[in-house]
Nanobody, 129 residues
């Protein structure tokens, strides 16, 4: 059974940090680009960060650049999103997604269009004092 499971969400104060994990089962992440997306109430799903491989540079949305860091450990079939200097506007449900990207499709396009073959169920992140 193909599955992506996010974990690590929770309640944190502004300026704090959280590390999200996304564990894959039923398939190997080696050949998939991975995206992190978020959706706040009443808003559209937003691409936060997308990464093609463990040796390529991730794409970051402008709203999180310099504060969030995406990484992947193919050996553990897991991807991570380190979120620092969190702000109240980062509050949302965070999802990971896996996508087989064509050679000419950029990770930015993956993020902008919220492309994914497989999606996780989401994890809530709330930034509040």
């Amino acid at each position: 059974q193909v599955q992506l499971v996010e974990s690590g969400g929770g309640l944190v104060q502004p300026g704090g940090s959280l590390r999200l994990s996304c564990a894959a089962s039923g398939f190997t992440l080696d050949y998939y680009a991975i995206g992190w997306f978020r959706q706040a109430p009443g808003k559209e799903r937003e691409g936060v960060s997308c990464i093609r491989s463990s040796v390529s540079s991730p794409y970051y949305a402008g709203s999180v650049k310099g504060r969030f860091t995406a990484s992947r450990d193919n050996g553990k079939n897991t991807v991570y999103l380190q979120m620092d200097s969190l702000k109240p506007e980062d509050t949302a449900v965070y999802y990971c997604a896996a996508k087989r990207l064509g050679y000419f499709t950029t990770v930015q396009a993956m993020c902008d269009a919220a492309l994914g073959d497989y999606w996780g169920q989401g994890t809530q992140v709330t930034v509040s004092s």
